[in-house]
T-cell receptor, first 117, second 113 residues
Framework: AQTVTQSQPEMSVQEAETVTLSCTYD???????LFWYKQPPSRQMILVIR??????QNATENRFSVNFQKAAKSFSLKISDSQLGDAAMYFC??????????????FGKGTKLSVKP | KAGVTQTPRYLIKTRGQQVTLSCSPI?????VSWYQQTPGQGLQFLFE???????NKGNFPGRFSGRQFSNSRSEMNVSTLELGDSALYLC????????????FGSGTRLTVV
């Protein structure tokens, strides 16, 4: 079974600085999707960035980018120019393409990010 | 366009009762998944529906069930509530359920007393 590990329960960053959140996963599959979701106190999970495993190019979305290392099974999230609104829980998630995996996102335990003014 | 709508936002129930939660997906999305979120266990997958059929199910007891209607709206039911069922229940919708990206609702906070 696939697993997702986020080894940093909490992280802190100064406003305008850069922070990197770590995520590793375990799988025997070659094709899958990886996601980073953000959950602010409002509770709604918001998609930050998405990576398809067969694409070698790292995904970027404005200030958010990933470092996808398929062989190392690592998927870290870099937030540049951090803003106060970035403070939230961040979850790394894995989505298999295998049959019987529809709709099933496997989440890590999350990293709580604080942004200091 | 309207997002994923979950009702109610908050719910307090007594042990032994049953509860029904509702999720209206984004228009055009045919897949709806449900998750339970607790501080101890994190986010756990309950089940996924696509075109009124359950395609996938997580490791939860039979007290947890769901259904999906022809308009893609989904309901989740928990019977014989236990204290441990207290959690945030999230639903997510997507076009087809795999890799397309999932849009989540704001969840229903269920408290069992």
């Amino acid at each position: 079974a696939q697993t997702v590990t986020q080894s940093q329960p909490e992280m802190s960053v100064q406003e305008a600085e850069t922070v990197t959140l770590s995520c590793t996963y375990d799988t025997s599959e070659s094709d899958y999707y990886l996601f980073w979701y953000k959950q602010p106190p409002s509770r709604q999970m918001i998609l930050v960035i998405r990576q398809e495993a067969y694409k070698q190019q790292n995904a970027t979305e404005n200030r958010f980018s990933v470092n996808f290392q398929k062989a190392a099974k690592s998927f870290s999230l870099k937030i540049s120019d951090s803003q106060l609104g970035d403070a939230a829980m961040y979850f790394c998630a894995y989505n298999s393409l295998g049959g019987g995996s529809q709709g099933n996102l496997i989440f890590g335990k999350g990293t709580k990010l604080s942004v200091k003014p | 366009k309207a997002g994923v709508t979950q009702t109610p936002r908050y719910l307090i129930k007594t042990r032994g009762q049953q509860v029904t939660l509702s999720c209206s997906p984004i228009s055009g999305h045919r897949s709806v998944s449900w998750y339970q979120q607790t501080p101890g266990q994190g986010l756990q997958f309950l089940f996924e529906y696509f075109s009124e059929t359950q395609r996938n199910k997580g490791n939860f007891p039979g007290r947890f069930s769901g259904r999906q209607f022809s308009n893609s709206r989904s309901e989740m039911n928990v019977s014989t509530l236990e204290l441990g069922d207290s959690a945030l229940y999230l639903c997510a919708s997507s076009l087809a359920g795999t890799g397309f990206g999932y849009t989540f609702g704001s969840g229903t906070r269920l408290t069992v007393v």
